[in-house]
């Protein structure tokens, strides 16, 4: 079974610019979310999705933006990019399910670097 | 709201040695909890899990036992390799939320030395 992969590994940008990063679902997961993960810091939840609907946020404002296709492939969408985005950005897939089942384990992909200049 | 506070690193140890890292959370409803690693250039990667009271999680050397009394879920191995090295992280998921979203601590950078 693939994993999760992240598009692109590495970018740079300039204050005020849009953003649009790419995430494939690991095979058989239904479920993607999106984490911030600031330097030196834990990863922050920005989103999910489920059956193309966003399906939760934290604490991020609407600027970010996101997508979920039929193949359960994602976008993470910036806009204004400000300083402060510059993060780590990792997709993760799941399948929904209960407690008790192996469903609901995030697997995460490499993420994607955004250096916002 | 939801949180988790770990032990603050860096950790140094020796190769062999014991390795604990401290993780007590905060939540409303009854969470289950993990511990990922984040290894140089990597993304974050399930090491384990345990869903209710009592239950031990382990994979490769590593255990920690979800304790509800005390609110914690230590990190434990008793014998550290230099391949060990990397960032832990502390989470729950809290089904009682209306997210049901990982919460991560910040994080403990662990260097094992020959």
């Known amino acids: 079974e693939t994993g999760v992969t992240q598009s692109p590994t590495h970018l740079i940008k300039t204050r005020g610019q849009q953003v649009t990063l790419r995430c494939s679902s690991q095979?058989?997961?239904?479920?993607v979310s999106w984490y911030q993960q600031a330097l030196g810091q834990g990863p922050q939840f920005i989103f999910q999705?489920?059956?193309?609907?966003?399906?939760g946020r934290g604490n991020f404002p609407p600027r970010f933006s996101g997508l979920q296709f039929p193949n359960y492939s994602s976008e993470l969408n910036v806009n204004a990019l400000e300083l402060d985005d510059s993060a780590l950005y990792l997709c993760?897939?799941?399948?929904?399910?209960?407690?008790?089942?192996?469903?609901?384990?995030?697997?995460f992909g490499a993420g994607s670097r955004l250096t916002v200049l | 709201g939801d949180s988790v506070t770990q032990m603050e690193g860096p950790v140094t140890l020796s190769e062999e040695a014991f390795l604990t890292i401290n993780c007590t959370y905060t939540?409303?409803?009854?969470?289950?909890l993990f511990w990922y690693v984040q290894y140089p250039g990597e993304g974050l990667q399930l090491l384990l899990k345990?869903?209710?009271?009592?239950d031990k999680g382990s994979n490769k050397g590593f255990e920690a036992t979800y304790r509800k009394e005390t609110t914690s879920f230590h990190l434990e191995k008793g014998s550290v390799q230099v391949s060990d090295s990397a960032v832990y992280f502390c989470?729950?998921?809290?089904?009682?939320?209306?997210?049901?979203?990982?919460?991560f601590g910040k994080g403990t950078k662990l260097s094992v030395k020959p």
């Open positions: 939540a409303t409803g009854y969470p289950s």
């Open positions: 989470a729950l998921k809290d089904y009682g939320g209306s997210q049901g979203n990982l919460i």
């Open positions: 095979s058989g997961h239904n479920t």
């Open positions: 999705y489920y059956r193309e609907e966003e399906n």
């Open positions: 345990a869903t209710k009271a009592d």
């Open positions: 993760a897939s799941s399948l929904a399910g209960g407690r008790g089942s192996g469903a609901n384990v995030l697997t």
